[in-house]
Structure formats: C-alpha cells, structure tokens
C-alpha cells in the first residue's frame, strides 16, 4: 500500500509546488542571461502590443506590460512568471477581444514570451513540477483552442523550452560535479605531497634526533647524571613528535579527517607544561577552574594554543621565564601564553612573528568564535591571548 501511494503522494506534492509553491530563488543569472532576458521581455512585450487582430489601445498596453512583466520575473521567480502568462493566456478573449487565429489559443506575444519563460521553469526545477508546468499549459491551451488538431503541435512546442531549460541544469550540474571532483582531487594530491616532504624530511630528521640522543651514552662514556637526564628527555620528546607526525601523516594520506589515535585535550596542558620544564625552561602555570569539562574541540585547540605559545617563547626567547595561565570562567576560557624575552633579542615587531603558528593559532581561536592577540608586552617580551566562549 505503501508502495502505490508513494508516487501518488511524490505527484501532489508535485502539483503543489507548481500552483502554489514559491517559485523561486531562480540560478544567478550572469549579465549576459540578464540581457538576453531584457531583449526577450521587449520583444514580447512588442507582440502583444501588436495582436494578429486589433483589440482597443488600453488592453493592448496592459497586455504588453504584463507580458514584459512576466519575461522579467524568469530573472527571480521562474514559476511565479509562468503563473501569470498562463493567467494571461486563459484571459486571452477578455484581453483583446478575439480568438487567435487558425484556432492558435496564443497569440505571438505570448507564444514569443513562453520560450524564455518555461525554459526558466526547465531550469530551475525538478521534473515532477515540470510535468504539472506542461500538463496544466496544454490544459489551459486545449480549452481556448479552435482547431484541436493543434492541440499535439502546441504540446510538443510548449515541452521543447521546459525540456531545455532542464537539460541546461543537468549539463551545470555536471559540470559543477566535475569543477568539485577536480578540486577534490587536487587537494587529495596536495595532501599527499604534503605527507611525502613530512616523512622524507621532517620525520627522517625527527628520527635521526632521537638515535642520536639515545646513543649519545654509549658515543660519549662517563657523562653525569644530569646530561644522561638531558639526552633522554631530547630523545623522548623526538620520539613523541614522530608519533604526533605519524598521527597526521595517516590523515594527510586517508583524506578522511578521521582521528584514528586519541588528541591531547586540556588535560594535557599540565604534562605539555611539565616536558617543557624538564627540558630547561623556567615555565610558570596557573590554572583557576575546570577544564575537565570542556567540549572536546576546545579541548584540544586549547592544547594546541599552549603548545604552539610555548614553542614559540623557546625558540624566540630561548632561556627567558615562561609563565602559562589557563583561566576557565563562566562562559568563557581564557589562555595566556607569555615570556619576559629577558634573555632572548626580541623581535623588531609583531608582523616578525605573524608566521605559521601565530596564524594557526589565530585560525583556531576564529573556528570556535574567540578571539586572538599577539604582540610585545610593555615590560618586554612576547605574550600571545586567547579568549573563547564556551556558551
């Protein structure tokens, strides 16, 4: 039972759509359509001015107008421009006076006005619509027609635009499909060219860095306790970079953006504050709130945020104090990263330090609607700031 009313439910929403639906928004037309369009709107405008048999001056200049009306509304409201010529050609005798001649239920302005029309119809709707579209003009036709030997004729003519336009939106539709595909592919390609110079440079270097560090005991005999320490914590740490670049080398090359290993969140913060003290940073923290709660996406760009701050206080401030405070308040988490640069020649300028990470972390602080600031502090030293809403 199902099955039989389906089609039957699919036809009246059809038939719906097409007497009382919307009717629009029409393609975006270019300007080249929207001048085609405005010729056609005059030419049909000047055919029903000019009927085969003439009807009073006042009908005339309604008709026309209507007419020019209804070409110029294909432009925004393709099924709202067929409604009124259809009106207009059921009220054809009412209009002029007459019947067409050789039993044609259209006159010229009309039948001109039609082309543009349906094939805006065709265009900009689905095939169920377009068969009502057809179905009701021939309808309308077959009652005012003379001669009903014109009725095949009128219909064949009336489903050549509506077929058109149709075509014309599928043939965009490919073409859109294949610009997508195209740009899919060249940012799967892209990717993976990215993956590549990441394993053959980045991680042999990464790898190369922690043989070295835990062969350094064995290459040089008798070092103390706390350079042993020293190498370790290098060879650790190039070891869970390799792990993090393997992570995002696997992504690069799915081209999913499925997470396969657990991110770092929050949480982390603490342990990320930790490594980079026990690598020889002075490095202050401060945490007021709870961050056990925060959405996994905030989560892990604040990680991220501290992480990229905290890279960049070392390198470009190598020796300086560090102090990170994460602050989550109602609504609201707050991440301060910042360094004194007591130590470190400090850069002539912001724009200096506006590289990848500053603007990657500017991109994270944007996706999750906050806002970001970089720059020198008054006393010296580099401080970058994150607020974002948690509402």
Known sequence: MKTTSAPLAAA?????????????????????????????????????FFPADRANEGTRVLAAA????????????????????????????????????????????????????????????RPGVLAWVWLISTGVSALLANVRGELVVISVLLAVPLAFGWLVSRLRGAER????????????????????ELHDVVAHHMSVLAMRADSARYRFPGLDDGLREEFQSIQDTARNGMTEMRRMLGLLRAGTGQ?????????????????VRAAGTDVRFELRGDYRGLPEGVGLSAYRIVQEGLSNAVRH???????????????????????????????????????????????????????????????????????????
Not at 68 to 89: C, E, Q, Y
Request: overall charge neutral; some cysteine; hydrophobic content about 50%.
């Open 12 to 48: 009246g929403r059809a038939l719906g759509q097409a007497v009382a639906g919307g009717g629009g928004p029409a393609v975006a037309p270019g300007r080249t359509h929207q001048a085609l369009i405005g010729l056609a709107a005059v030419v049909a405008g000047v055919l029903a």
């Open 66 to 125: 209507l007419t020019m009306f209804a070409v110029g509304l294909t432009l925004v409201r393709p099924l709202w421009s067929w409604r009124v010529l259809i009106v207009m050609v059921g009220c054809a005798d009412q209009l002029y006076g007459i019947h067409a001649r050789f039993g044609w239920p259209w006159t010229g302005g009309f039948a001109f006005a039609a082309i543009p029309v349906l094939a805006a119809v065709g265009r900009n709707h």
């Open 177 to 196: 499909d294949l610009e997508a595909e195209s740009a899919r592919r060249a940012v799967l390609e892209e990717r993976a060219r990215i993956a590549r």
């Open 259 to 275: 997470e396969t290993e657990p991110q770092p969140g929050a949480e982390q913060i603490e342990q990320l504050v930790e490594r």
């Open 317 to 391: 401030a190598p020796g300086a104090p560090v102090e990170v405070f994460v602050h989550v308040g109602p609504g609201q988490l707050r991440l301060v990263v910042q360094d004194t640069g007591a130590v470190a020649r400090a850069p002539e300028d912001t724009a200096g330090r506006e590289k990848h990470g500053l603007l990657g972390m500017r991109e994270r602080a944007a996706a999750l609607g906050g806002t970001f600031s970089a720059g020198r502090r008054d006393g010296g030293g580099f401080a970058v700031v994150v607020t974002v809403p948690l509402d």
